[in-house]
């Protein structure tokens, strides 16, 4: 069922004196504000100033590309344009940027676009640099069981090419709707495996140094959902480790795993999970718990088949979507006791600005 947006559903209260289930929930409530606001700022909310950009888009020459759609870069289909982007082809390419940047000494954001389907981009936009890897960065070589795979390889696709191949070890892939570049920087996973257990290394440009770096598997210090990789380093290249294997077999695990997501979670516009899992514990499940399976804010709803999906209308509200994250956060955090933290990452939007804030 879809409830009316800002109808909350009842929740049940806790039992007869159990004080210490009241004290959790308290103290979580002042938490969530607090982690609220913590949240809200690694996000990028400052823009560059006009002369900023302009001078940038000059320096940039033909790699400059202004006002160009974002939201529809991503895989919620809604939000506002980057005030610069560039679609690198090469290495040379992002060396380019570097160069560029250089002089405006971080006086423009820049934000490291794959895929976009990790990423919310706010209504009004990013008021600074999109640097994404072009199609000409999605090469694939494999060499006996090591894979050498470009930064905008799609991670289905690689999946696929793999076991055909006959290499297993990277079937769960075949759900992650993202770029092998995105996949390293958040060490994304699924279906017990993630990144950090197939992982050579990365080579990438930093954009601050203006140089190429090798970093190591070990070095990327690659954890749930997270790496070092820092916002100024651009992936160009992953190199991956699998098991030699059966490609029928490994082709029958593809092809299970594609019928239990169809099977689990839905389609539409939306960036799979918006929430990391807490220890031991399952999002979807607390959100479900807290009762706001459906529930709906505008052009965004809590999906009914996942409770950790939030799906986005055709032509909606990038700012209904954060709004609908900032309340489910809210609303687990004083029913459950828990602070769910997002796993998308949300650009353009202030604290308590055009994305709202948590109650």
């Known amino acids: ?43 990028e909310v400052h823009a560059a100033s006009q002369g900023a950009l302009e001078e940038l888009a000059s320096r ?20 506002g344009s980057a005030a610069v982007m560039v679609e690198a082809g090469s290495t040379d390419d992002l060396l380019a940027v570097s160069e560029a940047l250089r002089p405006l000494a971080g006086s423009v954001p820049v934000l490291v676009l794959g895929n976009g389907s990790n990423l919310l981009v706010a209504d009004r936009g990013f008021g600074g640099l999109v640097v994404s890897p072009g199609r ?9 069981t090591t894979l050498r795979v470009g930064a905008a390889s799609s991670m289905p696709v690689v999946a696929r090419q793999a076991s055909a191949a006959g290499l297993m070890g990277f079937e769960w892939a075949v759900g992650i709707p993202g770029s092998v570049g995105g996949a390293v920087c958040m060490n994304a996973g699924g279906h017990g495996s993630d990144m950090a257990a197939v992982l050579l ?14 970093l190591p598997a070990e070095r990327l210090g690659l954890g749930y959902r997270t790496s070092a990789i820092g916002s100024g380093q651009v992936v160009v ?3 991956l ?16 795993i594609v019928r239990w997501r169809r099977e689990h979670q839905p389609g539409g516009s939306n960036a799979g999970s918006v929430f990391m899992n807490p220890e031991g514990d399952s999002a979807g499940r ?22 950790n999906f939030i799906q986005a209308d055709e032509g909606g509200s990038a700012d209904d979507v954060a709004r609908l994250v900032f ?33």
Not at 18 to 40: N, P
Not at 136 to 144: D, H, L
Not at 244 to 250: F, L, P, Q
Not at 334 to 345: A, H, N, Q, S, Y
Request: zero cysteines.
């Open 1 to 43: 069922m879809v409830r009316a947006s800002g109808q909350l559903p009842a929740a049940p209260g806790p039992a007869p004196g159990d004080d210490a289930r009241d004290d959790a929930r308290d103290d979580a409530r002042d938490d969530a504000r607090d982690d609220a606001r913590d949240d809200a700022g690694q996000a």
């Open 60 to 79: 940039l020459g033909r790699l400059a590309m202004v006002d160009q759609p974002l939201g529809s870069r991503t895989t919620y289909r809604v939000g």
């Open 136 to 144: 000409s960065m999605a090469e694939v070589e494999i060499a006996g």
């Open 201 to 214: 290394g990365a080579r990438a440009v930093d954009l601050v140094a203006g140089r190429v770096v090798d």
């Open 237 to 239: 290249s992953a190199e």
């Open 241 to 256: 480790s699998l098991e030699a294997g059966d490609a029928a077999e490994a082709m029958a695990q593809i092809g299970e």
């Open 286 to 307: 607390l959100v479900e718990q807290a009762g706001l399976k459906g529930f709906r804010m505008g052009s965004a709803r809590v999906s009914e088949k996942h409770g």
């Open 327 to 359: 309340h489910v956060q809210g609303v687990v955090a004083e029913r459950l006791g828990v602070w769910l933290t997002p796993e998308i990452r949300m650009v353009g939007f202030d604290q308590a600005g055009s994305a709202g804030s948590p109650p």
